[in-house]
T-cell receptor, first 110, second 119 residues
């Protein structure tokens, strides 16, 4: 079983829609959760970082962690065409391990 | 620009040739990671350094791959006798890591990657 699994997508939404991106993870000991955004032919860019459970909000982005179900989510409100990218969930563990999901490709249509 | 820098951005080579990539991390970062990413997949761990010490290598890293980080600054990744299966994006990332036993919110910052095509 992989440490983190991610909905493969692709996901296509109209501009202004609310987007929900999701991952599940395997180890209940995981505590540090991240979302990266990756544009085509670029490296991943850190978008959100959360510790343990709960929500974290930054502008139009909200990261949510549900430790009881081992589920992490990223919500994007009022989505824009510039949000079109691949979104990777990631987990940091044991002081040197980063586990990445396979990414969900998002297309926001004008 | 104080981000992670990788060179070259693109490399096309023939099967059997050797290639070397360079990564310059964010200057105050003590950890440097190498990842490989293929289309439709997330980054796959290859190896990492804490300062100049190479602390871990993935089992995926065959003996054709070697990485160095002399003086704990920039790093190079060399692939000898390239194969078509080596075609991928090679990503470097750096972070400010802490010693085991402490809490941390270590954050990984990536470069733009080197896209390798082996013909």
């Amino acid at each position: 079983q992989k440490e983190v699994e991610q909905d493969p997508g692709p996901l296509s939404v109209p501009e202004g829609a609310i987007v929900s991106l999701n991952c599940t993870y395997s180890n209940s000991a995981f505590q540090y959760f991240m979302w990266y955004r990756q544009y085509s032919r670029k490296g991943p860019e850190l978008l959100m970082y959360t510790y343990s459970s709960g929500n974290k909000e930054d502008g139009r982005f909200t990261a949510q962690v549900d430790k009881s179900s081992k589920y992490i989510s990223l919500f994007i409100r009022d989505s824009q065409p510039s949000d079109s990218a691949t979104y990777l969930c990631a987990i940091y563990h044991n002081f040197n391990k980063f586990y990445f999901g396979s990414g969900t490709k998002l297309n926001v249509k004008p | 620009d104080t981000g992670v820098s990788q060179d070259p951005r693109h490399k096309i080579t023939k099967r059997g040739q050797n290639v070397t990539f360079r990564c310059d991390p964010i200057s105050e970062h003590n950890r440097l990671y190498w990842y490989r990413q293929t289309l439709g997949q997330g980054p796959e761990f290859l190896t990492y350094f804490q300062n100049e010490a190479q602390l871990e290598k993935s089992r995926l890293l065959s003996d054709r791959f070697s990485a160095e980080r002399p003086k704990g600054s920039f790093s190079t990744l060399e692939i000898q006798r390239t194969e078509q299966g080596d075609s991928a994006m090679y990503l470097c990332a750096s972070s400010l890591g802490t010693l085991r036993g402490g809490t941390t919110n270590e954050k990984l910052f990536f470069g733009s990657g080197t896209q390798l095509s082996v013909l």
